[in-house]
């Protein structure tokens, strides 16, 4: 299984592209292989069909610029490129030197001879070798020497290749301390700046030099901001973006005050965007405005007569000083100003516009491609076809005109179709032309043999198909000018139509597609709908007490109110507020969640996170991650693309070569040429433009990206975030067992409550109470939680504790002080009986009685043994005595049993894990019906890990498969997060905290089990639908390219030949890639067969009992039901 998330390097940062002409896998494998030749190679590549995308982490020494400019020599077009100022480990700025230091992985050795064989070299700082794993690590002085380490490997008699390979970064020392005296900020204007790629230009070139502090530019004023230190910089800085090709003027220069020097200041940086203002004299104005506010806000990017955005940097004191105040003296400069908060576009603004650019420039080629149809409907299609030859319409169309033979009919085609091959086709003869531009440049490195048999795309198919077409027509056209042999005309049937319908056909396919392919890659774009833009501010300073305001001038700290139906602007609690739940009482400060919906009366809330850290945007973030992770059943689609577009062009000159050759030579009969004009030649070329035209290797390539999209969707839809993609849903589909880990999966795993107790102890027992209260308010356990409520209300003080120890798995020990009433001080241990054993605590037969009956009741046992001591420096030789036995329970989810009872219906095979005794596990798996033979019981945190493993390598497959069994591990994403990375799939069941910490590749936003089985069938229905989409275009593409080429031309039907002429060819292409996207969205209806629908167990709704005090009145109490499942809407 894929790591769900790669630790990259030291030194890396990511780079986003969007990409037009991203149709196919074969792009997918250009992209791939053109980014790995670079020198450094990019850490890891992400490339979505869908979305148009590349995701792309690499190494600070490889510049996006590079990046960007080896795109575009490989014939791929660069709509707009997102680079990542910030590095991905939060290193300093500065690039790290180079070092030859260098870790080496080789496989295959044995420990003792391979070490001393490595070690002896000088060039080896260490070598370390494991027998389990077959494997070796050497770290090695230079990195040339890799190949010699390998070598001596090998003539130690034992083989050895080379696994990985990576640099490792020496720890670089940070940047000593600045004196703020000579820290500058300096605002430059630069001319030349066209897109995205020249920002990141700016900011790597500026980036690569250690006296640079940070560096902000903006596209869009055409401005840079840099903080750096040593004012002697100032006209280097300008060398450097001139030295790129941009020009680059000094707008203004700030010395930064030492009040503004603070590593921990809590400054916020807003653009702001200023409408409105018409002279010279407003930007000054601005300024002396925002200048009353002295140190409190500084304007990092002042406006200026062209730019009506500038940026400032403040910090908040909600709700006395705000980004309100700040806009509010803004607007109070002129009346004809309108302030509002800039947002630069996001990642799915950016590639919806370019969608909408795209379709655009479908849809304008499209409409003349109906224009000149009309006319060519009328010409070609009635007049020759289906009008009487008696009709004078029809005689004065095939008279010759100007000279030759060719007719008015043909001259007319010829012109409607001309604009149409120029300007609507353009789009894919200027790709194609591209594309073999860049696999033929000099310097391409790109193997000569490998030209030949691995290259083009889709585009090119639909260019040669159309060039063939027209320019077959263009000379018979001047063909059928010249005079006949035999002195008289003869009137053909032409094809001059087909260049006309067959470019309109192709371009509904590509508008249908591109259309389909935006709505099914928009769940991330549904989530950020689920945030109102607005929010009611209740501002207890003003008269009217609430206001209404965009929700980006919201502060933390400030407090809104949302209506019935609203959802939350953003993160926050609901204070002074006491919550009750059916099983939960007495909640304090609960979190209301933004992407919520309140479903019952208004609530008022306290906002605790800014935009960027609130739970939507975590979810908002893995489902972009969960959508850039490719299936390997992808990989497929891969191989037969990668090949696809030259075996398509082999067939067609093979087809064309042998219908001319069959015709020239006589063998097939002279009425199969069903049009006489440009003989057997043009005849047999029919057959090959419509094989270039209905070969759509599109159909392969979006069969499985476009159902992953869907099905990430629905998964949001139904609360379920899909962190590890494509691969996450293949394994899901295929799993035979699913381990649940028993505290907060199998139970609920809420507050604990203890239910029952004995106290044989003989001593003081008050004291320990108090010291049970002590000791475990130190741990945060929920079993510990319920002993420290139990203990506060049997004991009204807490002892002293001198000395606090955890004692991993087993529970915990402490000693504490002497009290006034009493002169002996009390050593205490509190746990399982695996403790009580360890320390031979005697337990009695009425004691252990009590422990088997609690533990048949599924409650999980807690014993408390005491003695003491005269005084803390003396060990006490006195033996444990013991002093509390109690049962704390956790109530079993009540639709554990139906959840499970369901997955076994699903032949998945279901386990529980638990760190509780075996009498206890036991009891709970009676309760929900899972065998004792698959509880595992009595396990440490750290083992869990262990004992998947064991699992993977014991169980078998369902079925008459030898492999072994797929495992998933559900557990709550944290305390279990190395059972959940080794496991096949990991799954973690909990509230949105957990999202931004879990190692799980699925993440059950709601606590109940119900999503699971849920899970289990949208990843069958996700995989069904893959192969099934995968199956219908393998299908076309066998079926129709045979018929494209003719092969049941001999077959007559109603007097004509059984064939697929170039139009029909297109049509049938365009269907095939619509009919695909088309299937992958049908999976949003509730059509039975090809939509889903989720099959619930269970429904279980949680009601709350809200009571709150405001202004010291009565407290009063109201039914509030809060709806906290995210929904996306289809």
Not at 862 to 870: F, G, N, S
Request: proline share 6%; aromatic share 8%.
């Amino acid at each position: 299984m894929a790591p769900n998330a790669q630790k990259h390097p030291p030194g890396s940062r990511q780079t986003m592209i969007l990409v037009n002409n991203l149709h196919c896998p074969s792009c997918v494998v250009n992209i791939e292989e053109t980014l790995s030749a670079l020198d450094p190679p990019p850490l890891s590549i992400s490339t979505s069909i869908v979305l148009h995308e590349i995701k792309i982490v690499h190494p600070d020494t490889l510049s996006s610029s590079r990046i960007i400019r080896s795109l575009a020599d490989a014939a791929f077009e660069i709509d707009s490129v997102l680079p990542s100022n910030e590095k991905l480990d939060d290193a300093p700025r500065s690039n790290p030197p180079k070092t030859d230091l260098q870790k080496l992985h080789i496989q295959n050795s044995c420990v003792s001879k391979i070490t001393g064989a490595i070690q002896e070299k000088p060039w080896v700082r260490s070598a370390d070798v494991n027998l389990l794993t077959s494997s070796a690590s050497a770290i090695l002085l230079d990195g040339a020497r890799v190949d010699e380490a390998l070598k001596t490997v090998r003539d130690a008699g034992y083989n050895a290749e080379l696994v990985d390979r990576e640099e490792i970064q020496p720890p670089k020392p940070s940047k000593p301390p600045v004196a703020p005296a000579d820290m500058w900020r300096a605002s430059y204007a630069i001319g030349g700046m066209s897109c995205s790629s020249c920002v990141g230009n700016v900011t790597d070139a500026l980036n690569h030099y250690d006296w640079i502090i940070k560096v902000h530019v903006n596209i869009v004023s055409n401005s840079a901001t840099v903080e750096f230190q040593g004012k002697g910089h100032l006209e280097q800085i300008v060398n450097i973006i001139q030295s790129l090709g941009y020009s680059a003027t000094l707008s203004d220069i700030d010395n930064m005050a030492p009040s503004d020097y603070d590593g921990e200041s809590p400054r916020q940086s807003v653009t702001i965007q200023i409408d409105g203002m018409h002279c010279a004299h407003c930007p000054k104005r601005v300024l002396e405005a925002l200048a009353t506010y002295s140190n409190r806000v500084e304007v990092t990017d002042p406006p200026t007569e062209t730019s009506s955005k500038l940026t400032v940097s403040y910090i908040p004191e909600a709700p006395h000083f705000t980004i309100r105040h700040i806009l509010q003296t803004i607007a109070d400069v002129d009346k004809a100003f309108t302030v509002s908060i800039y947002h630069p576009p996001t990642l799915e603004e950016r590639s919806h516009a370019m969608h909408r650019r795209q379709q655009w420039q479908i849809a304008s080629r499209l409409i003349l491609a109906a224009l000149s149809a009309i006319p060519t409907f009328i010409i070609g299609i009635v007049y020759m076809s289906l009008v009487s030859k008696d009709n004078p319409g029809r005689n004065y169309l095939e008279e010759p005109m100007w000279f030759g033979q060719a007719t008015r009919s043909e001259w007319a085609l010829l012109f409607t179709s001309t604009p149409v091959y120029f300007f609507a086709t353009d789009i894919f003869h200027r790709r194609m032309l591209t594309e073999l531009k860049a696999l033929w440049r000099p310097g391409s490195q790109t193997p000569i043999l490998r030209r030949f048999y691995r290259f083009g795309s889709m585009d090119m198919l639909m260019s040669l198909g159309a060039s063939i077409a027209y320019f077959s027509i263009a000379f018979l056209a001047i063909n059928a000018s010249r005079p006949a042999d035999d002195g008289h005309s003869t009137q053909n049937k032409s094809f001059f139509d087909a260049v006309v319908f067959l470019t309109m056909f192709l371009m509904i396919g590509r508008l249908l597609e591109a259309y389909s392919k935006a709505k099914a890659g928009d769940a991330a774009s549904l989530f950020s709908k689920l945030r109102p833009t607005e929010a009611v501010f209740v501002d207890h300073d003003a008269r009217n007490g609430n206001a209404t305001v965009p929700i980006d001038q919201l502060e933390i700290g400030d407090v809104v109110r949302v209506a019935n139906g609203a959802s939350p602007p953003y993160d926050g609690i609901m204070p002074d507020w006491r919550v009750e739940t059916r099983f939960q009482k007495e909640k304090t400060d609960d979190d209301i969640f933004s992407g919520t919906t309140n479903q019952a009366n208004p609530i008022t809330m306290k906002l605790t996170r800014r935009p960027g850290d609130s739970i939507l945007d975590q979810i908002i973030d893995a489902v972009r991650q969960g959508q850039t992770r490719r299936a390997p059943i992808e990989r497929v689609a891969d191989a037969i693309t990668g090949f696809f577009v030259p075996m398509i062009t082999l067939i067609a000159i093979l087809d064309w070569i042998i219908w001319l050759s069959l015709g020239v030579s006589g063998r097939l009969p002279e009425d199969w040429m069903d049009n006489n004009v440009g003989g057997w030649p043009f005849w047999s070329l029919q057959f090959a433009i419509s094989v270039f035209v209905v070969a759509c290797p599109c159909g392969i390539g979006l069969a499985a990206p476009t159902t992953l999209f869907v099905g990430g969707g629905l998964a949001a839809k139904y609360g379920i975030l899909v962190k590890g993609g494509g691969e996450a849903f293949q394994e899901a589909s295929h799993l035979d067992c699913i381990v649940f880990d028993k505290t907060g999966t199998i139970t609920e795993g809420g507050e604990l409550a203890v239910t029952d107790h004995q106290t044989p102890y003989e001593g003081e027992i008050d004291n320990v109470w108090g010291a049970l209260l002590e000791l475990e308010q130190n741990s945060s356990h929920p079993i510990a939680r319920a002993m420290v409520s139990f203990a506060a209300s049997m004991s009204p003080l807490a002892l002293w504790a001198s000395a606090v120890n955890e004692i991993p798995g087993k529970g915990m020990k402490g000693s504490f002080l002497a009290t006034a009433s009493t002169e002996s001080h009390l050593d205490m241990i509190v746990g399982n009986e695996a403790l009580m054993h360890d320390h031979d605590v005697a337990i009695s037969s009425t004691n252990a009685a009590a422990l088997d009956s609690w533990k048949c009741e599924a409650k999980s046992v807690v014993l408390v043994a005491a003695k003491t001591r005269p005084n803390p420096t003396t060990m006490s030789t006195a033996p444990w005595e013991l002093a509390l036995v109690l049962a704390v329970a956790d109530r079993i989810r009540p639709e554990a049993s139906d959840i499970l009872q369901a997955l076994r219906d699903r032949k998945i095979v279901a386990w529980m894990i638990s760190g509780d005794n075996p009498t206890t596990a036991h009891a709970v798996g009676k309760t929900v019906g899972i065998p004792p033979e698959n509880i595992i019981a009595g396990v440490l945190p750290e083992q869990k890990a262990d004992k998947i493993q064991y699992l993977q390598k014991t169980l078998h497959g369902t079925g008459t498969t030898s492999k072994r069994a797929l495992i998933a591990m559900a557990g709550d994403g944290i305390n279990d997060s190395p059972a959940l990375t080794v496991a096949d799939v990991g799954i973690a069941i909990g509230s949105g905290s957990d999202i931004a910490i879990s190692s799980a590749e699925f993440v059950l936003v709601t606590s109940g089990l119900g999503s699971l089985l849920t899970l289990v069938d949208l990843s069958r229905a996700v995989f069904r639908h893959i192969k099934f989409n995968f199956g219908w275009a393998l299908v076309y593409n066998c079926v129709a390219v045979p018929v494209a080429a003719g092969v049941f031309y001999p077959i007559v039907s109603n007097g004509s030949h059984v064939r697929l002429d170039p139009v029909w060819s297109s049509l049938a292409m365009a269907l095939s890639s619509v009919s695909v996207v088309c299937s992958s969205l049908l999976m949003r209806t509730r059509i039975p067969l090809v939509g889903f629908r989720s099959k619930k167990i269970k429904a279980l709704d949680t009601q709350l009992s809200i009571h709150f005090s405001e202004d010291d009145a009565r407290l009063r109490q109201e039914e509030i039901q809060l709806n906290q499942t995210l929904f996306v809407p289809t």
